[in-house]
């Protein structure tokens, strides 16, 4: 069924908002409550008066939030625990024993209520800094918590390779979090799209081993964080999708120093999403345990019946500063500190229990007393915790079970190929065809890659199947649940596949223009490469990014001729994959999407649908492994290394040069991160001259670390200074005069092979 059937089949409703204003001040002045009555026995008693908001057409009133004595001190105690465990770690800080502090004071009553309304380990968890209260409810130790404190080895959150409140568990389901803002809200998008797909597709069911029909997913945020455009791309995609997600704003009013007014217009973010259907949306003065806990229930309960996600904006305070590389005296005055301090939710809700004769103060002493001796046995355990050793800092940038470079993915030298000669475009095609069929795990999206959206239509048209028909007949064959478009934004597009991945589905995606893949390069960079390292391996997410590349296409001008290979190479834990001809697209494809992590794997247009690159079909095992070179030329008198559309502007200058006498031996790298430095040094051993050529700008290209590590390790063979063949500091022009004196040609090479051969 296609995701627009399934759509239709949805009735749309969204939730009401509460009629009042939903301002500092309101929350700063809530309705009065009637008293806590005592509940010294477990039988359940309504603690509070909560303003019901009634879903649209329903009758009936919400009902109240019935807790026990037992149950209400539980809150208290989390509670307390989180905001001591705050003041330890600005007590440890100020010790020189921990070297960073960032605090959810202000935040502790709506996180624990999130967390007493949805399941560890059953659910899934993106929280942010602010969210230390909802991971101990859910489960997490103090010990754990202060452990990432002091970076220690044993640390589950990152095993000492994050900063303090970077929150991750495994065994929770708390996925690793980054510090930059925003990011995990696509990935939870993309967490909880694991599961809707797994309802379209049996297939895809039976290998998510983790999917429940009710699953939820939380995401969490600051005020700040709505200003980010993924924040909105997150909620565009889950109301589209009617995807089972919790929405947590936690409004303190400030990111960092600016305050809300100055991030949102209006100064309210509900107010500005109030157009997004399938969206249920609700308001609670978030420091305020009861009232939160009513809500959260509520916003819980609607994504467990999939009616879509839901909203919760609550209102907090902050007491302390942003993290204590903050001063909020520069920017906050007295008066306004004094007024969050009034509205504490551990003071408030403390007097609470104790004027409703749910606790005395002396036991309520107690109860303190005790969580803190608690705090202190655990911080004297973390102090005495075990740092990670030197040398485990590599540890974990690539996969520890699949080695991509290794013989298993070795297949070259026995391929036995059939059929007529065919395209790039046609070979890249195949391997998605058969992989598809051998894991069902594989889904694949991108910006116009299906045949056609509306289901409907596909036995009137040909169908799309992306810009260069790479991907023509996957939806067809595979069905729109594992085959489908998506919005026109990259960033949207990568932080999906890192949550998909994350739940154990193959995503295989397209950005459909090299150009046009930096909106993504946060989640690229920050996220997609570093997800496994940062979580010392309790975390992966081994995505597959196709992305069409590179020039000489006469009119494919400034933004659509790009090459910046350079700027992905360099970022640990991606590979980075450039095949030049279609037998080796097709088993380096089938590489990447078997091995165990995040690869890149760049197509050049120009050489799509070359005659010179063709080849017949290889078997459905064909693989090439990462970091093997291929000689495509043997020579004596020079060695050129290379990759990408150089590769045959190479082998044609050496076909000329020969008519000179010079004997050029050519190195199609194939994969540039790993590449092959054997293959390299070989070749440079025995030619004793060496070219890099790239289609890149040649200052700070990657023929510069080529060339360096060349110099430095074989400088005693060389006969002369590595020379490079790269396209002008410049971007690439419209016009085709243009182009050719930018981008490397021919001539350039066979210039530099003679002036290097008479040096």
């Known amino acids: 069924m296609s995701d627009t059937k399934v759509l239709r089949l949805v009735k749309k409703t969204e939730g009401e908002l509460p009629e009042k204003a939903f301002t500092a001040q309101a929350v700063a002045a809530p309705e009065p409550k009637p008293e806590l009555k005592p509940a010294r026995e477990s039988k359940p008693v309504p603690v509070t008066a909560i303003k019901s908001v009634p879903r649209r057409g329903s009758a009936k009133p919400q009902q109240k939030p019935r807790l026990s004595r ?6 208290f105690r989390t509670m307390y625990l989180s905001r001591r465990l705050d003041d330890k770690e600005i007590q440890m800080k100020g010790q020189n024993r921990i070297f960073f502090q960032i605090s959810g004071a202000g935040h502790e009553a709506i996180l624990v209520a999130a967390g007493m309304c949805l399941k560890p380990g059953y659910d899934w968890f993106y929280p942010y800094y602010r969210d230390r209260a909802l991971c101990l ?3 997490m130790t103090p010990l754990e918590m202060l ?20 929150w991750g568990h495994q065994k929770l389901n708390i996925v690793s979090q980054s510090s930059p803002t925003g990011t995990q809200l696509l990935q939870a998008a993309g967490c909880a799209e694991a599961g809707y797909r797994a309802k379209l597709a049996k297939e895809l069911k039976k290998r998510l081993k983790t999917f429940h029909h009710d699953e939820v997913i939380y995401v969490s945020f600051g005020d700040g964080t709505t200003s980010e455009g993924e924040f909105w791309e997150a909620l565009n995609t889950s109301c589209n999708l009617k995807l089972p997600i919790v929405f947590l704003l936690e409004d ?3 990111a960092i120093s600016v305050p809300v007014e100055v991030q949102t217009a209006g100064g309210d973010i509900s107010k500005l999403i109030r157009g997004f259907p399938n969206l249920y949306r609700q308001q609670c003065d978030g420091t305020d345990p009861i009232e939160s806990l009513a809500v959260m229930r509520r916003a819980v309960d609607n994504c467990r019946k999939n009616r879509g996600p839901s909203f919760v904006h609550a209102k907090v305070i902050r007491p302390y500063s942003h993290s204590l590389s903050d001063d909020e005296k520069l920017y906050r005055p007295d008066e306004e500190r004094a007024s969050d301090a009034e509205h504490d939710p551990i003071k408030g809700f403390a007097a609470q229990l104790v004027k409703g004769k749910v606790i005395s103060q002396e036991e309520l002493q107690q109860l303190k007393d005790e969580i803190d001796r608690e705090i202190n046995e655990a911080a004297d355990k973390a102090l005495a915790s075990s740092q990670p050793a030197p040398e485990t800092a590599t540890q974990f940038v690539f996969s ?3 080695d991509p470079t290794s013989k298993e993915f070795d297949t070259e030298d026995q391929a036995q190929l059939s059929g007529n000669a065919s395209t790039m475009v046609d070979l890249i095609n195949r391997c998605l065809h058969t992989e598809m069929k051998r894991d069902s795990r594989i889904v694949v999206f991108g910006e116009d890659i299906a045949d056609c959206s509306r289901e409907e239509f596909l036995d009137k048209v040909k169908g799309k199947g992306g810009v260069f028909k790479v991907t023509a ?3 067809r064959e595979f069905g729109s649940a594992r085959v489908f478009n998506t919005p026109l934004a990259e960033a949207n597009i990568v932080g999906r596949a890192i949550g998909m991945a994350t739940r154990g589905l193959k995503p295989v995606v397209e950005i459909q223009f090299f150009d046009y893949i930096w909106p993504a390069m946060h989640q690229i960079r920050n996220e997609l490469a570093l997800l496994r390292w940062r979580s010392g391996n309790e975390w992966k997410c081994p995505v597959v990014l196709r992305v069409p590349i590179g020039g000489y296409l006469k009119g494919g ?3 659509h001729s790009q090459s910046g290979v350079s700027l992905f190479t360099q970022i640990p834990g991606l590979r980075v994959v450039y095949a030049s001809n279609a037998l080796d697209a097709n088993g380096l494809l089938r590489t990447s999407i078997r091995c165990d992590d995040p690869v890149m794997f760049l197509e050049h247009k120009h050489l799509y649908r070359q005659t010179y690159n063709k080849s017949a079909y290889p078997p459905d095992d064909f693989m090439i492994p990462f970091g093997k070179a291929k000689v495509v030329r043997e020579g004596t008198d020079l060695s050129i290394i290379t990759y990408g559309a150089l590769v045959q502007r190479s082998l044609v200058a050496a076909r000329q040069a020969e008519q000179q006498g010079i004997s050029v031996e050519i190195i199609d790298l194939r994969t540039v991160s790993p590449y092959d430095w054997n293959a390299i040094a070989a070749s440079v051993e025995k030619t004793s001259r060496v070219i890099v050529a790239h289609e890149d700008s040649l200052s700070w290209g990657y023929g510069a670390e080529i060339a360096a590590r060349i110099s430095s390790e074989l400088f005693e063979h060389l006969d002369a200074p590595v020379r490079r063949v790269a396209a002008l500091d410049t971007f690439v022009a419209y016009a085709p005069q243009l182009e050719d004196a930018i981008l490397p040609q021919v001539a350039d090479v066979l ?3 003679t002036e290097l051969h008479s040096y």
């Not at 037992?70 to 809150?75: F, G, N």
């Open 70 to 75: 037992e149950e209400m001190l539980k809150i």
């Open 137 to 139: 409810q859910l489960g």
């Open 147 to 166: 452990l990432q404190s002091v970076g220690a080895e044993a640390d589950p959150n990152s095993h000492g390779r994050q900063m303090p409140s970077h």
């Open 252 to 254: 303190n009013g400030y």
């Open 400 to 402: 520890p079970d699949v």
């Open 473 to 475: 007949n996957l939806q």
């Open 557 to 559: 001008a400034i933004y």
């Open 751 to 753: 210039q530099a092979i």
